[in-house]
C-alpha cells in the first residue's frame, strides 16, 4: 500500500509539474506587438437598434469618424427572409453600398448562426422538421451568395459562427455533416473568395473548424461574466496561449491563416447592457481594458484583428456621454492606417 501511495503521489506530482509548466509558458513575458496589424470591426445594425441607437448614423460614424475599413457583417436570415420566398436586401444593400464608397473590405457571414445572441436567427415561418430547415437554409444561402458574390466590397463568406461552440446560443443540435454541406455548396456558388470558419478562443482546440476552412478565425475575451466561474473573471492567460494553439493547427492540420475575428471591445455583463451601471460594466471594459486587448491582441500576432463592440462605443457617447471609449478607439484605428 505504501508503494502505491508512492505511485499515485507521484503522478500528480508529474501532473501538477506539468499544469504549472503550461502555465508558465502561457504567461511568459509577451513577445513584441506585430506592428502591420490590421484593425476591423464586427458592425450588427440589429445590435445597434437594440441599443436604441439609429443604426445607419452609427455605421457611417464608424466608417468616418473611427476608420474602420475592414468590417464583418452578420446576414439575419429572420430579417433578409421575413416570409417563405420573399427577400427584404434594402439594409445589407445600403451597408455594403457605403462600405464600397469607402473602399471597405467585408467579410460577410451566413448561416442560420451568426454573430449576436441568441446566435441562431432563424425565421418564425421555418418548421421543427430538421431536413427541411436545412434545405430551406441553404435555399436563402444561394440567395445571398448570387445577389452579392458580384459586390466588389465582399472579400470572403464566413459559414455560420462559432459552430462547434454548441453549448453557447439557442440553436439547433449541432450537424457536423450539415456544417461540412454548406461549405461545399458555398464553394460551388463562388470559387473566388475564401470560406472562414470561426471558433472560441479560450473553449476549443481549433482543428474541427481549422481545417474546414480557407481561413480561420478566432475569438478573443480577457474579462468576463459567468456563473459557472461565481460571477467576473479574468483569464490568466498570455498571448503564448493562442501562438501554442496556432502551432497545433498548424502541425496537425493544412490551415496556414489565422486572424482574430473577434477580439472583445465591450463589456460582457450579468445582464442586458443597457440595463446595468456604467461601473460595473467598466470591471470588463473600458479605454484602458480596450487598449490594453488590442494590444494583447496584437503580440499573439495574427495579421487581421477584427474588434467586437464599436455599437456600444457609439452608445456610451451619445447615450451615456461618455465619449472616452469612442476616442480611444478612433485613436486606434489612427494609427492603424498606416497598415492599409
Known amino acids: 500500500m505504501r508503494h502505491l501511495f508512492k505511485v499515485i503521489g507521484l503522478v500528480f506530482l508529474s501532473v501538477f509539474l506539468l499544469i504549472l509548466l503550461v502555465f508558465v509558458y502561457f504567461n511568459l513575458p509577451d513577445p513584441a506587438p506585430r506592428a502591420d496589424v490590421k484593425l476591423g470591426m464586427t458592425f450588427s445594425a440589429r445590435y445597434a437598434t437594440d441599443l436604441g441607437l439609429d443604426w445607419k448614423q452609427t455605421y457611417l460614424a464608424l466608417l468616418d469618424d473611427i476608420g474602420v475599413k475592414k468590417l ?3 446576414v439575419y436570415w429572420d430579417l433578409a427572409e421575413p416570409k417563405a420566398g420573399e427577400y427584404f436586401w434594402d439594409d445589407l444593400d ?94 460551388s456558388l463562388d470559387a473566388t473568395r475564401p470560406v472562414l470558419l470561426t471558433d472560441s478562443g479560450e473553449l476549443s482546440l481549433w482543428v474541427g473548424a481549422a481545417k474546414r476552412g480557407d481561413v480561420f478565425g478566432t475569438t478573443m475575451y480577457r474579462h468576463i461574466w459567468s456563473p459557472k466561474v461565481g460571477g467576473y473573471f479574468t483569464y490568466p492567460i498570455g498571448p503564448n496561449f493562442f501562438r501554442a494553439k496556432e502551432w497545433l493547427v498548424r502541425t496537425f492540420t493544412k490551415q496556414k491563416n489565422f486572424i482574430v475575428i473577434e477580439l472583445q471591445a465591450e463589456p460582457w455583463a450579468s445582464g442586458w447592457i443597457a440595463d446595468i451601471p456604467l461601473q460595473e460594466q467598466f470591471r470588463t471594459m473600458d479605454e484602458t481594458k480596450l487598449w490594453e486587448n488590442v494590444d494583447y491582441a496584437k503580440r499573439v500576432g495574427f495579421p487581421e484583428v477584427y474588434l467586437w463592440g464599436g455599437e456600444w462605443w457609439y452608445w456610451m457617447k451619445e447615450k451615456k456621454d461618455y465619449p472616452a471609449v469612442w476616442e480611444t478607439g478612433k485613436e486606434l484605428f489612427r494609427e492603424n492606417e498606416k497598415n492599409f
Open 72 to 74: 464583418r457583417l452578420p
Open 94 to 187: 445600403w451597408q455594403l453600398t457605403e462600405a464600397e464608397k469607402r473602399q471597405a473590405d467585408v467579410i460577410l457571414t451566413i448561416g442560420q448562426r451568426v454573430p449576436r445572441w441568441p446566435e441562431c436567427h432563424i425565421p418564425g415561418w421555418v418548421g421543427s422538421d430538421d431536413q427541411q430547415r436545412q434545405t430551406d437554409l441553404l435555399r436563402f444561402m444561394g440567395r445571398v451568395i448570387e445577389r452579392y458574390k458580384s459586390h466588389q466590397a465582399v472579400t470572403m463568406w464566413q459559414v455560420e459562427n462559432e459552430p462547434f461552440l454548441v453549448f453557447f446560443g439557442i440553436c439547433p443540435p449541432f450537424d457536423k455533416n450539415f456544417l461540412d454541406q454548406e461549405i461545399a455548396f458555398v464553394k
